[in-house]
């Protein structure tokens, strides 16, 4: 008997991704790459102090330069009228005043950009980037947090949140009280941060850029330049790499921007290696105090954490170090704090996972040592206080499959055959460790518009604003469109990553699926009750389930009636059928928490000798509603688990405070994990669909593999050598 051979694609299908061909053969373009018509090149030239002001800055040199068109300071650069505007960052979870590119003579941070060179070549702007010349008023500064810790300030627009009695772990029979820290963590995407701006007339501007939302970048470059939102243009539909690094607009785009203003030419800035560690973000260094009680069988009664991150003096950044620590567990008495460090150093910004993935290294820390201290499996512990709710609101969660991820995970990965006592098993010289954690993080969906249009041979175009920085959000909306209107992949495209495109948000927070999924699953909706009014009367009195879209057709289910959309398209002489839908969050949403869910378990070896850690096994279960495609998704999640490798036992931004300067901002001494630092990785996939939070049952997938790692890597650690390091990365001078 011949196996049917599936025609139909469906959201979940393993598909290659759409996009790429054309990267392999080089076909892609990113921002660098659009070789503009007398386009010139721009560097930046970055300050040497940390703190103070700029008394003097001479450009005569640089000017006089081989093929230099312009320098611009803050002594001639153009008027930027956004820059006197009030600053409206509201649900941004940044308050303050964005750094203002050549403003004025103040310096917030080693780095800064104070002039910018532009050349008819990348080599002649760097040649005169370094003939610039600039003298410094100093004033003293302060880069560490613990210099500054009792200075921390409350940010605005945070409360405090406690249920329950304040302060209740410490009446428990079993308490832990830790302080647990992580340093600054920087992106390093393999593209550089770069923008190609050029001026098309005296108030319309196109920007080439490397960023996570097209919109948010139209939107603030025509607000800081004073233009008509439709006189922007934001082009970005290829990024090397972003993790929420391009989030913002940042000094390289405005850069261009200016030069491009004063030169009358396109001008392209692209950010050095060390720039970036300086220039775009990072995750900022946290310190966590976490106190947590339990009775004797390990029902948890209290818990209280007081968290500190950093920001710049001219912003303030928070981040939800505290979510994870709100609704992982049921636990009757909690209260937190959160605070911020105001240093001088740039702003940070979200990095994947922001917040949680911080502030659930202390949370799945502690929980493991309490399960330690009451002599428990750390796998029951978690189970005992499984909350069936969440805890933060009482609301139901629109879905939760963590149960099923602790056991899957567990008898996958052998958990059962754990001694539970502290390096008690070893493999020669390497001492074994298992250890486990688990993971939370917001599922949520945002306003978002798709445009769809159908044309006669068949074909089908689908369009959003929203960017694709790596995940394969491309493929997957193809995919949807393809299933929702029955279209051969081959014959469906998804258009992405320009401004002029109908709305999308910007790609981060896990909500980019759900939310421009969701539009491009309502737009293909609409215009298939669109072609069925165009239809036969046959058709068009038809319901709903009597109908079936596929392979191009029509389809009544009780009846040989068929027809083609191309045939439907050609007898109203329509050259197109065009439909434009907006989709929005479920009102339904209101009364219930969405979260997506993991489990990772992990097997380390650390040398007896050299304290040498490899992380040798991982198995992640994760619980993201219906998954859309099982390629790209698999690779998400591989992707979060080596970059838990890295931020476990290597990733660590060095400041040396008297300088308040970077002294490991490159590649070779910025350690990240490479092919031998990563084991064979395993990804089970829940694959259930949440019934509430979209059209596809889909959740976000992009963080949540990542939330909770590193303290199962720790776990694993302290299981292997019987050495708890409450500070990453966890280096092997702490072991030893």
Not at 10 to 28: Q, S, W
Not at 211 to 232: G, P
Not at 315 to 342: A, G, H, I, W
Request: charged share 25%.
């Amino acid at each position: 008997m011949k196996k049917a051979v599936k025609t139909k694609v469906e959201m979940g299908d393993p598909l290659n991704r759409v996009e790429g061909l054309l990267k392999v053969t080089g076909g892609a373009k990113y921002a660098a790459e659009y070789n503009l018509p007398d386009e010139t090149h721009g560097v930046l030239v970055t300050s040497t102090i940390t703190k103070g002001r700029i008394k003097s800055i001479n450009t005569k040199a640089a000017e006089n330069a081989p093929g230099v068109l312009a320098v611009i300071t803050h002594e001639n650069a153009p008027d930027v009228p956004g820059y006197n505007a009030s600053v409206d960052n509201e649900g941004s979870r940044v308050y303050g005043q964005q750094f203002r590119l050549f403003f004025d003579d103040k310096i917030y941070h080693n780095y800064q950009p104070v002039a910018l060179a532009i050349a008819d070549t990348f080599a002649r702007a760097d040649y005169a980037a370094s003939l610039v010349e600039v003298e410094y008023e100093e004033e003293s500064h302060v880069t560490d947090i613990r210099d500054d810790l009792s200075k921390a300030i409350k940010p605005e627009h945070h409360n405090d949140y406690s249920r329950g009695q304040a302060g209740a772990y410490k009446a428990a029979p079993v308490i832990i009280e830790q302080e647990y820290q992580t340093p600054i963590q920087v992106h390093n995407p393999m593209e550089p941060h770069v923008t190609t701006a050029v001026w098309e007339s005296e108030d319309k501007v196109t920007v080439y850029n490397k960023t996570q939302a097209t919109k948010i970048s139209h939107k603030e470059i025509a607000k800081s330049f004073d233009l008509k939102e439709e006189n922007v243009r934001a082009h970005s539909p290829f990024v090397g790499g972003a993790f929420g690094s391009s989030s913002r607009v940042w000094p390289q785009e405005m850069a261009a921007i200016m030069g491009a203003k004063v030169t009358g030419r396109p001008v392209q800035v692209m950010l050095k290696r060390d720039q970036v560690f300086n220039m775009v973000g990072y995750r900022p260094r946290s310190v966590q105090k976490f106190c947590i009680g339990s009775t004797a069988d390990g029902t948890l009664t209290g818990i209280t954490h007081n968290a500190y991150g950093t920001t710049s003096q001219y912003e303030q950044f928070t981040e939800r170090l505290l979510d994870p620590t709100k609704s992982m567990y049921s636990c009757p008495n909690l209260d937190t704090t959160y605070r911020l460090v105001q240093l001088d150093m740039s702003t940070p910004c979200w990095t994947r996972g922001p917040g949680e993935t911080s502030g659930s290294f202390p949370l799945e820390s502690a929980v493991d040592e309490l399960a330690y201290a009451l002599g428990m499996d750390p796998l029951a512990l978690r189970l005992k206080n499984y909350a069936e709710k969440d805890p933060e609101n009482n609301k139901p969660w629109s879905s939760k499959y963590l149960n099923e991820c602790y056991e899957r995970g567990a008898e996958r990965f052998g958990w059962n055959k754990r001694n539970p006592e502290p390096r008690s098993m070893r493999d020669g010289d390497w001492l074994v460790g298992m250890g486990m954690a688990s993971g939370i993080y917001k599922a949520v969906r945002d306003r978002a518009m798709a445009r769809a249009k159908l044309f006669p041979d068949g074909s089908l175009l689908v369009q959003s604003a929203v960017a694709d920085t790596g995940p394969g959000s491309a493929t997957i909306f193809t995919q949807i469109a393809a299933d929702v209107m029955g279209t051969d992949m081959e014959k469906t495209r998804f258009e992405w990553g320009d401004s002029t495109l109908p709305y999308a948000p910007g790609q981060f927070g896990s909500h980019t699926t759900a939310s421009v999924g969701s539009a491009v699953y309502d737009v293909c909706t609409a215009l298939k009750q669109r072609l069925q009014q165009l239809a036969s009367a046959a058709v068009q009195q038809a319901g709903p389930e009597d109908l079936v879209f596929g392979n191009g057709h029509i389809r009544l289910k009780q009846s040989s009636v068929s027809l083609r959309y191309t045939d439907i398209l050609k007898q109203h002489n329509l050259p197109e059928l065009e439909v434009i839908k907006e989709s929005d969050s479920n009102p339904s949403m209101n009364n219930y928490s969405g979260k997506s869910f993991c489990a990772n378990f992990v097997e380390v070896r650390v040398h007896s000798s050299t304290g040498e850690v490899r992380v040798n096994r991982v198995i992640s279960v994760v619980d993201a509603g219906k998954i859309m495609n099982h390629k790209t998704a698999q690779s998400q999640v591989y992707g979060s688990v080596v970059w838990g490798i890295g931020i476990a036992l290597m990733e660590e931004g060095i400041i040396d405070h008297r300088f308040g300067r970077h002294i490991n901002n490159d590649l070779a001494k910025y350690h990240v994990p490479v092919s031998a630092d990563v084991p064979a990785i395993e990804v089970i996939l829940i694959d259930k669909e949440d019934p509430v939070l979209d059209p596809m049952g889909a959740k976000g997938m992009g963080e949540i593999p990542l939330i909770g790692f590193t303290a199962a890597v720790a776990n694993a650690v302290y299981h292997a050598t019987g050495k708890r390091i409450r500070e990453l990365p966890i280096t092997p001078d702490k072991l030893i």
